[in-house]
């Protein structure tokens, strides 16, 4: 009787699954019209099979600021939807965003077993739900490229290092900051990890070779350093405003000219009126000490005796959120990387049973600061909010938890020599 029973329930899954998916779909084709991001990757899709190669063009995709930004791999990736009509390209985008939302964190939920997990949904939802529905709705990538990462931290905490090389690898080839964890694998000394991920990425990286041409390949990387990820301001004036920690540091110290951005709204908010290059300064300082503090709890963590699920939680929440105070570029959009600390964290701390409950309560309590916020009516108030960098310090927050979690595993002690 297993045999039919199980083949019945593989089947309503399977049902579930198309229906869910189809659903979504057809979600998807009625909302694209008020998409955001998504248009850019379809409009460079289709350049490229008209036979266009000048990526970073003002023309390829759309006008700037709406510019194609990112490695040349991720148009190959994204070519076969230039084939469809942009809102079938855009259902199935949004149907693939919204079922890998699910998956993956279903993934990590079965993975690390939290205890109390009513309260760990609700503080995942509160904290993590405003930045995941803003990835859906802008249809951004990079809502993608952080489930891609989360996946590859859940595997590296079940063992399984070639999944998790891979995963992080595609991740990375897209948008490189999850490429940020390899130096925090290899003050773990994940060596293994840390090869098969520079093999793995190398290999990507290398593929538009294939496409373009070595010499045209060689150029279009140039192209994209020098003109994207080399050129950090014309990112800032071209979206919305930073929330790294330098950028709210000099906010924060000094008055600021928002006259070349796209939206020039936003309200002076200096505690401080101190020379720009001095308050530049101490941003700068701000984010050499989050640098250092981190790499010291690496190297506790290292030193501890926590086992290799508790140590991939504690190093990528400890990754994740301070790669967001540290940027270079932060903006609302990439705060859906809330979501690995969240879910990590628990299974980080699980063992210690001393700090489990307030570090419950404090994920809790960020959560609850964050739905508040987020339902605040007025566009002028969330401007207010964003310039005086709240963001900022709920990641800082999540960034100290993660701090704090790693720092508080046992060492190893030393063996006794006669």
Same mark, same amino acid.
């Given at each position: 009787m297993s045999q039919p029973s199980s083949a019945r329930s593989a089947a309503l899954a399977a049902l579930l699954v198309t229906t869910t998916a189809a659903g979504l779909f057809c979600a998807g084709r009625a909302v694209a019209p008020h998409a955001i991001d998504f248009v850019v990757y379809h409009r460079a899709a289709q350049s490229l099979l008209a036979g266009r190669t000048d990526l970073y063009s003002a023309t390829f995709a759309l006008d700037p600021p709406?510019?194609?930004?990112?490695?040349?791999?991720?148009?190959?990736?994204?070519?076969?939807?230039?084939?469809?009509?942009?809102?079938?390209?855009?259902?199935?985008?949004?149907?693939?965003?919204?079922?890998?939302?699910?998956?993956?964190?279903?993934?990590?939920?079965?993975a690390w077993r939290?205890?109390?997990?009513?309260?760990?949904?609700?503080?995942?939802?509160?904290?993590?739900?405003?930045?995941?529905?803003?990835?859906?709705?802008?249809?951004?990538?990079?809502?993608?490229?952080?489930?891609?990462?989360?996946?590859?931290?859940?595997?590296?905490?079940?063992?399984?290092?070639?999944?998790?090389?891979?995963?992080?690898?595609?991740?990375?080839?897209?948008?490189?900051?999850?490429?940020?964890?390899?130096?925090?694998?290899?003050?773990?000394?994940?060596?293994?990890?840390?090869?098969?991920?520079?093999?793995?990425?190398?290999?990507?990286?290398?593929?538009?070779?294939?496409?373009?041409?070595?010499?045209?390949?060689? @150029?279009?990387?140039?192209?994209?350093?020098?003109?994207?990820?080399?050129?950090?301001?014309?990112?800032?004036? @071209?979206?919305?405003?930073?929330?790294?920690?330098s950028s709210a540091s000099r906010r924060w110290l000094s008055t600021v000219n928002y006259a070349p951005r796209i939206d020039r709204n936003y309200p002076q908010v200096n505690l401080?009126?101190?020379?720009?290059?001095?308050?530049?300064?101490?941003?700068?300082?701000?984010?050499?000490?989050?640098?250092?503090?981190?790499?010291?709890?690496?190297?506790?963590?290292r030193a501890s005796v926590a086992d290799l699920g508790a140590r991939a939680a504690a190093a990528g929440s400890l990754c994740l959120s301070a790669q967001l105070l540290v940027g270079p570029y932060t903006t609302l959009l990439y705060l859906s990387g809330w979501l690995l600390p969240v879910l990590a964290l628990p299974a980080a701390a699980a063992t210690q049973l001393a700090i489990l409950p307030r570090l419950r309560h404090a994920l809790l309590a960020l959560g609850i600061v964050n739905v508040v916020l987020a339902l605040l009516p007025g566009a002028g108030l969330h401007r207010a909010l964003e310039a005086w960098g709240v963001h900022t310090l709920i990641s800082a927050a999540l960034w100290c938890l993660s701090l704090w979690v790693a720092c508080r595993f046992p060492r190893r002690r030393a063996r006794c020599v006669d």
């Open positions: 709406m510019r194609y930004v990112y490695p040349p791999f991720f148009v190959l990736l994204v070519a076969p939807l230039g084939l469809l009509a942009y809102e079938d390209a855009f259902g199935l985008w949004f149907a693939l965003l919204a079922i890998a939302t699910v998956y993956v964190v279903r993934g990590a939920v079965r939290p205890q109390a997990s009513w309260a760990y949904s609700l503080t995942a939802l509160l904290l993590c739900g405003p930045a995941v529905l803003y990835g859906l709705r802008s249809a951004n990538v990079h809502l993608l490229v952080v489930l891609l990462t989360i996946a590859a931290v859940v595997a590296w905490a079940r063992g399984k290092a070639g999944r998790a090389a891979a995963l992080l690898s595609v991740a990375g080839a897209v948008k490189i900051f999850p490429l940020y964890l390899v130096p925090f694998l290899a003050g773990l000394r994940e060596w293994r990890l840390c090869t098969r991920i520079a093999l793995m990425s190398t290999a990507l990286w290398m593929l538009p070779l294939a496409y373009f041409g070595p010499a045209r390949a060689v @150029e279009l990387y140039g192209q994209w350093w020098q003109d994207i990820a080399g050129n950090v301001e014309r990112l800032r004036y @071209e979206s919305r405003l930073d929330v790294s920690l401080a009126n101190l020379p720009s290059a001095w308050a530049h300064t101490t941003g700068r300082a701000l984010v050499g000490l989050v640098v250092l503090m981190t790499a010291l709890a690496v190297l506790r963590l």
